[in-house]
């Protein structure tokens, strides 16, 4: 008994030190999948070439300079910088091209030997192509860029995209800011004029009520003002009357001693 047991133990540790599982096999076969093929890539990415250019002549898209330079070698990736979109409306309000220009550009070449010799090689040359074309007279400003990555440019594109976008939501804050203030304001406005129009209304009205009301108590005051004819007092009468002197009084009553 003790034996199976201990049988029975051994099979488990082997178990989780191999495991067994159709699901552990597959997840262990994709990453090792998966790290060859980073391997192969940062290979890869070893060997190629950045190219750098300054300007980009007028008319000039991805798809035309892809086909001017496929001709001396292999392309892997091009990114062209749009033109600034004030220098796009000054140009069309001028009767210029209409169409979409850029101002620089990056072109990716398989192999670092290769994107060497284009540098070198077209650098200070005339385009050329078909005469008909609007670039054939212009001339190549172009670098090969030693050391140079094609994610450093990626990485640098997404932290210009992340500071355009901060300074962007910054702006919108700033405007929402603004709009909230110059609303609020408008409010109290608002507010301040009806309270003002309702206190010309009731001064008016008050003022229409004394008007109306000043007649009527001027009528009052008449009506019960009445003057009627005053008789003398009867003292005023005794007072005018002939009083008799002292001596004819004492003389009739005699004295009082």
């Given at each position: 008994m003790?034996?199976?047991?201990?049988?029975?133990?051994?099979?488990?540790?082997?178990?989780?030190?191999?495991?067994k599982?159709?699901?552990?096999?597959?997840?262990?076969?994709?990453?090792?999948?998966?790290?060859?093929q980073?391997?192969?890539?940062?290979?890869?990415?070893?060997?190629?070439g950045?190219?750098?250019?300054?300007?980009?002549?007028?008319?000039?898209?991805?798809?035309?300079?892809?086909?001017?330079?496929?001709h001396?070698?292999?392309?892997?990736?091009?990114?062209?910088t749009?033109?600034?979109?004030?220098?796009?409306?000054?140009?069309?309000?001028?009767?210029?091209?209409?169409?979409?220009?850029?101002?620089?550009?990056?072109?990716?070449?398989?192999?670092?030997?290769?994107?060497?010799?284009?540098?070198k090689m077209?650098?200070?040359?005339?385009?050329?192509?078909?005469?008909?074309?609007?670039?054939?007279?212009?001339?190549?400003?172009?670098?090969?860029?030693?050391?140079?990555?094609?994610?450093?440019?990626?990485?640098?594109?997404?932290?210009?995209?992340?500071s355009?976008?901060?300074?962007?939501?910054?702006?919108?804050?700033?405007a929402?800011?603004?709009?909230?203030?110059?609303?609020?304001?408008?409010e109290?406005?608002?507010?301040?004029?009806?309270?003002?129009?309702?206190?010309?209304?009731?001064?008016?009205?008050?003022?229409?009520?004394?008007?109306?009301?000043?007649?009527?108590?001027?009528?009052?005051?008449?009506?019960?003002?009445?003057?009627?004819?005053?008789?003398?007092?009867?003292?005023?009468?005794?007072?005018?009357?002939?009083?008799?002197?002292?001596?004819?009084?004492?003389?009739?009553?005699?004295?009082?001693?």
């Amino acid at each position: 008994m003790e034996q199976f047991e201990q049988e029975a133990d051994k099979a488990v540790l082997r178990e989780e030190e191999n495991p067994k599982s159709n699901d552990e096999r597959r997840e262990i076969r994709k990453k090792k999948r998966k790290k060859q093929q980073l391997l192969e890539e940062t290979a890869k990415a070893d060997k190629r070439g950045v190219c750098y250019l300054s300007r980009i002549p007028p008319h000039m898209d991805p798809l035309k300079l892809r086909q001017i330079l496929s001709h001396y070698g292999e392309i892997l990736r091009i990114y062209l910088t749009p033109e600034d979109p004030a220098a796009q409306v000054h140009r069309k309000r001028a009767g210029g091209f209409r169409g979409k220009e850029f101002s620089e550009g990056w072109v990716e070449f398989s192999r670092k030997s290769v994107a060497k010799r284009v540098a070198k090689m077209l650098n200070g040359e005339q385009i050329g192509g078909k005469k008909r074309s609007t670039f054939f007279y212009d001339l190549w400003n172009i670098k090969y860029l030693s050391k140079f990555k094609w994610e450093d440019l990626t990485g640098e594109i997404a932290y210009k995209n992340a500071s355009r976008e901060q300074k962007l939501a910054l702006e919108i804050s700033a405007a929402k800011k603004e709009r909230d203030f110059y609303l609020s304001k408008v409010e109290k406005s608002r507010a301040l004029t009806a309270i003002e129009e309702r206190m010309k209304k009731k001064q008016k009205v008050q003022q229409e009520l004394g008007a109306t009301a000043e007649p009527s108590q001027d009528k009052q005051v008449t009506k019960v003002i009445r003057q009627f004819p005053q008789t003398r007092p009867v003292d005023t009468v005794v007072q005018n009357k002939p009083r008799l002197s002292q001596h004819i009084l004492a003389g009739v009553f005699g004295s009082g001693s």
